[in-house]
């Protein structure tokens, strides 16, 4: 994988991967698939009853923390959403709500609490925090067996890797989603619009592991490069995640490629994707501005809460 618009060869092995949906020329323009997140993450939920159930007959229950510093809109709502879906799977629920104002001393010793408590298998410090608060710093003190972000640099490293550790929610919810609906990726090129923490970085090691589910040449851009354009067009897979409203227009996207709304923007409480409503009429598949990339990524989220549970009943 190389960042800004030179992608890495495959090197994987094995028999090639089937065709992508691609429009012959002369032939009408293509209708996407819909990459229905919350159908997928309901399936995803479906199988995570059955196992909060096993842990609660060995007298677990998954416990979720979540720190939340200021009074950030989107932040808020992100965070009331967990605990409504953690109520519903049956998973205990620790919230801490900090003012922007606090002392970075009453943030560590939320840390240092969660870190030593048994009954919260997983917590994240909900990003971003006001400015003036150092967020890495804070980030640093998280227990990385801890950490249901998967953005520790610990567990950052263990993705880049491949060894087990939690991973990043959105790529993970990102690749599961493709993944259902049978969008290759094995030996394909995905495009990334976006460098960030929490989407582009990660996702673009994730999906070039040599694994059967990713396996991918992976092409990472962003505002630096000139002509953005001339790398997606080449994408099988495009994955937009720079937070630019409508920055993906129809013809930046390959006829019958698969594209990922993951960026979004908000214009009063209006939600504003990074995929322009058109491209619709030129991909394969398309997640939506709304249930597309949102409810894999809380589902993951509960993924790596009970998998952090399921290890403490292990080892009791």
């Not at 495959?10 to 323009?29: I, M, V, Y």
């Not at 809109?73 to 900090?98: C, Q, T, W």
């Not at 060894?163 to 993944?179: A, D």
């Amino acid at each position: 994988m190389f960042v800004a618009g030179f992608s890495t060869s495959n090197d994987g092995e094995g028999t090639p991967p089937s065709p992508l949906r691609f429009a012959q020329p002369g032939e009408p323009e293509v209708t996407a698939i819909v990459l229905d997140g919350e159908a997928v993450a309901a399936e995803i939920k479906a199988d995570l009853v059955e196992r909060i159930a096993a842990l609660a007959e060995q007298g677990v229950t998954p416990g979720l923390g979540t720190l939340l510093v200021g009074d950030d809109g989107p932040s808020a709502n992100y965070v009331a959403m967990k605990h409504r879906d953690a109520a519903e799977l049956g998973i205990g629920s620790f919230d801490e709500h900090l003012l922007a104002d606090v002392d970075p001393a009453a943030i560590d010793a939320v840390i240092d609490r969660w870190n030593a408590d048994d009954a919260v298998d997983a917590y994240l410090c909900q990003y971003p925090f006001p400015p003036g608060l150092d967020y890495e710093a804070h980030l640093l003190r998280v227990d990385p067996a801890k950490d249901v972000d998967g953005l520790h640099p610990v567990n950052l490293g263990k993705l880049v890797m491949g060894t087990e550790g939690p991973l990043p929610c959105t790529p993970h919810g990102i690749q599961r989603l493709l993944l259902h609906y049978d969008v290759p990726i094995a030996g394909r090129h995905v495009v990334i619009v976006g460098r960030g923490l929490t989407i582009g970085r990660p996702l673009a090691n994730l999906l070039s592991l040599k694994r059967p589910d990713a396996n991918a040449a992976v092409t990472v851009v962003h505002t630096g490069v000139a002509d953005i354009g001339a790398l997606t067009r080449q994408a099988d897979v495009l994955v937009a995640a720079a937070g630019s409203p409508g920055m993906i227009t129809a013809d930046m996207v390959k006829p019958g490629a698969a594209v990922v709304a993951a960026g979004v923007s908000y214009e009063g409480r209006k939600v504003i994707s990074d995929v322009a409503d058109e491209v619709a009429d030129v991909a394969g598949w398309l997640s939506p501005r709304i249930g597309g990339v949102g409810p894999m990524t809380r589902a993951m989220l509960f993924v790596n809460t009970v998998e952090a549970a399921e290890r403490r009943a292990a080892s009791r």
